[in-house]
């Protein structure tokens, strides 16, 4: 997500936007930018890279204004450049925009304004059309120029704006993505979250979906989408900076494991036209290309992997192509069977794994046509890749991946959807029922979330165990290996995932009174092969907590405990199924008091071997 910060007031506005915009750096950005009112004339300063790097641009400018907006961009659309960053401004450079979120009818709004107002656009965001449909309707009213262009636009967004004939303005907008407003002194701000506004206020209005704000430095104006002036609390707030970076959860692991339902409405809601038809944007194969393909490699490492692992059962079912997944560091080395005929795709959260990069190249040289599903826009591997699929979970902050994991399972649905549509072996019946189901996935694990607490309590019981067996048929032992990985690398506890008809290969020997087994039972085809399972272990002396859908509640009968998952299709399962196992490992992790955010040994992005 981006960073937005605005000032109006006494005070020099350059210094406390750019103050601002540092206490959002934990985000993630690829570029910052500043715009003032210098004297009523818009400056405008932005630039790739970190916000030192504006700052030493901006460092010998005398820029004195007491209005400003600035920004820090998490590209969606556009790779990161000082062009593509904010604040985008209208032709003649008298509105400025900053923006956090995504228009989905950009393109056919940009086409628009160049047919019929000849706009020539510089950049290759979504943004900059907003900036441009302000500036055709502005006739001397911001605030009612604004209300007509976000009249015209779909999608998410906080903006703010500021106008070169209105020095003592901003306005702001909220739809979807967040904004806050801070009430000062002679003076007020905006910005879309807490931490860029406590080192000068700590009473705020919290913006509601399509509220439009005017702000001067003694005035703050709340309006509805009817542009009528409404009411609002002042909320207080209590957080010291460090809580409020987290918005108030103890650690940014599971304020995204909570960010995951927005996480996957954005991957898949922003790619479905309004025909219903799914636009797979940065995926450029040709039907002739995809029919081509006698072969998929999917590679990454560890739960980039384990997407892997489910994208190899669902785009083999859908796309009846047969379909090979490799840890990286194992598929550079063994001279795979790679040709022309090969469909390479790499998953990456950060885009900068060095295994993963070296294997996408190895592929590249023996001439596979490269894929690669990537949460950070511009990234090496989605530089280096023929075709990128983004997933918009967001900055990940936490070393533990978890909205990531689950946003790059739907980047695996919509692909084998769209390869089993272009080959031919997906009919439009189950083709529509799938992508029905894929939009239901966000609020059922939304469901699931408000399990936290009894999930917490379960923690309780089982944080001190020393030894955990994750267990799963089919879909449910990709997300055991994903669990198991989880619980390990935040909580230190020795665990291990294992395929559940494998136990009596050996395994089973391990396991003594009162060793925890997590058994996932999702799968209804294979519900009794796995309670046969169930009670192999308990005949040995097991604790098992079981993993179901709501509906199987027989599985009680053979475990201690049980959590549920609201009833979806097999095929769908995992996006859930991992969401329980994502907040057990948190709070067994918690309470046997590890660094979450930051275990120890492990970075965010291993890019050494
Ligand atoms: C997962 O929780 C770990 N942080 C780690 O396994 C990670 O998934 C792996 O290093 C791959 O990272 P990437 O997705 O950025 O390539």
Redesign the pocket.
Known sequence: MCGIVGYVGEANAKDIIIDGLKKLEYRGYDSSGIALNVGGRLVVRKCKGRIANLENMIAEEELSATVGIGHTRWATHGAPSDVNAHPHTNGDGSIAVIHNGIIENFVELKEWLARDYGVQFRSETDTEVIAHLIGIYYNGDLLDAVYKAIDKMRGAYALGVICAQEPDKIVAVRKESPLVVGLGNNCNFIASDIPALLKHVRSLYLIENNEVVLLTKDQVKLFDANRKEIHRDVFHVTWDADAAEKEGYDHFMIKEIHEQPKGLYETLHRRIDEDGSVRLDGINMSKDEIEKFSKVYIV???????AGLVGKYIIEKLAKIPVEVDV?SEFRYRDPFVDDKTLFIA???????L??LAALREAKRKGARVLSV???VGSS?ARESDDVFYTWAGPEI?????K??TT?LMCMYLIALYMGKERGTLGSDAYNQYLNDLKEIPDLIQKILDQEEAIYEIAKKLYKSQQVFFIGRGLDSSVAY?GS??LK??SYTNSFAIAAGELKHGTIALIEQDTLVIALATQDFLFEKMLSNIQEVKARGAYVLGLAKENNTTIERQSDRVIYIPECRDELTPMLSVVPLQILAYYIAKLRGCDIDKPKN?????TVE
């Open positions: 990454a490492c560890g739960t980039a992997y384990h990286a998953i990456s959260q950060s885009g900068e794994t295994d993963t990537v949460n950070v591997v936490a070393v533990a991946s978890t990531a994991y790059q994903e990985l989880k690398e935040i492990l970075a965010k992005s291993v």
